[in-house]
């Protein structure tokens, strides 16, 4: 026979509160150990639902935001990155600059930290409530391709569409066809003034007009970047070839 706090726990699952219907059994107990008062009972229960949903949203967001695998600022070293002082990055993970819609342009050589900086920040977006996509160029050119043609390609759109901020990574790497050359300026205008854009390059604006062969579009995407944007100079030796692996214990012959 079904006892009382099983049937309490089928309610929730039916009322769509699992958050409190996976903590009713513990926090049944200890009420009954702490004699805590129904309104404190009450706010155990609420907040258990709230904390799962928040997880269960984070999770999402997350998983919407295909952040590559180094994403973690903790992990920062100075060192290894120069153009940015410790008090601005701190200052950028507040991320009060995306209540401004303020862009952000990360400029360099490869190796220098601009893909890193960008994913910890769009990380960092995540943690704090805000709905963050990572794409790589590379991406982003396949889906503007692609939205047209596939449903799952037209959800995906919609999300950077409705996103806070989108960290466009390699921006201008390769050469793009004037069709999606035209999306993309679409997407940047929907964006602009709406949402916040940060873009890693290695390529200066003068090239960009020859990677798009169209020097209005290219001035009309920078004109709208640079609007309300901060332009982040990195320089400095690759980490990549800095902290090469080998697969020999040392280089002794």
């Known amino acids: 026979m079904e006892t009382k706090t099983e049937s309490l726990c089928n309610l929730a699952r039916q009322l769509k509160l699992a958050g409190a219907g996976g903590a009713m059994n513990d926090l049944l107990i200890s009420a009954q150990q702490q004699q805590i008062s129904y309104l404190d009972f009450a706010f155990g229960l609420l907040n258990a639902e709230i904390d799962h949903r928040n997880r269960q949203n984070l999770a999402r967001r997350?998983?919407?935001?295909?952040?590559?695998?180094?994403?973690?600022?903790?992990?920062?070293?100075?060192?290894?990155?120069?153009?940015?002082?410790?008090?601005?990055?701190?200052?950028?993970?507040?991320?009060?600059?995306?209540?401004?819609?303020?862009?952000?342009?990360?400029?360099?050589?490869?190796?220098?930290?601009?893909?890193?900086?960008?994913?910890?920040?769009?990380?960092?977006?995540?943690?704090?409530?805000?709905?963050?996509?990572?794409?790589?160029?590379?991406?982003?050119?396949?889906?503007?391709?692609?939205?047209?043609?596939?449903?799952?390609?037209?959800?995906?759109?919609?999300?950077?569409?409705?996103?806070?901020?989108?960290?466009?990574?390699?921006?201008?790497?390769?050469?793009?066809?004037?069709?999606?050359?035209?999306?993309?300026?679409?997407?940047?205008?929907?964006?602009?003034?709406?949402?916040?854009?940060?873009?890693?390059?290695?390529?200066?604006?003068?090239?960009w007009v020859k990677v798009l062969d169209d020097e209005v579009l290219a001035a009309a995407i920078l004109d709208r970047l640079l609007f309300k944007c901060e332009v982040v100079k990195l320089s400095g030796k690759s980490y990549r070839l800095e902290n090469r692996k080998t697969i020999f214990e040392n280089n002794v012959l």
């Open 62 to 207: 997350l998983r919407n935001a295909k952040l590559p695998a180094n994403h973690d600022l903790e992990l920062w070293q100075e060192n290894h990155l120069s153009g940015i002082s410790p008090k601005q990055l701190t200052q950028l993970r507040e991320c009060i600059w995306l209540e401004q819609n303020f862009n952000i342009i990360l400029m360099g050589p490869s190796g220098t930290g601009k893909t890193f900086i960008a994913a910890g920040l769009c990380y960092e977006a995540l943690l704090k409530g805000y709905k963050a996509c990572f794409r790589t160029m590379e991406q982003l050119d396949h889906l503007l391709k692609m939205k047209d043609i596939t449903k799952s390609a037209a959800r995906e759109y919609t999300v950077l569409l409705n996103a806070d901020l989108l960290v466009i990574d390699d921006i201008m790497m390769f050469p793009i066809e004037r069709k999606q050359s035209v999306t993309l300026f679409n997407l940047i205008d929907h964006l602009h003034q709406n949402a916040s854009i940060v873009v890693t390059t290695n390529k200066s604006p003068d090239e």
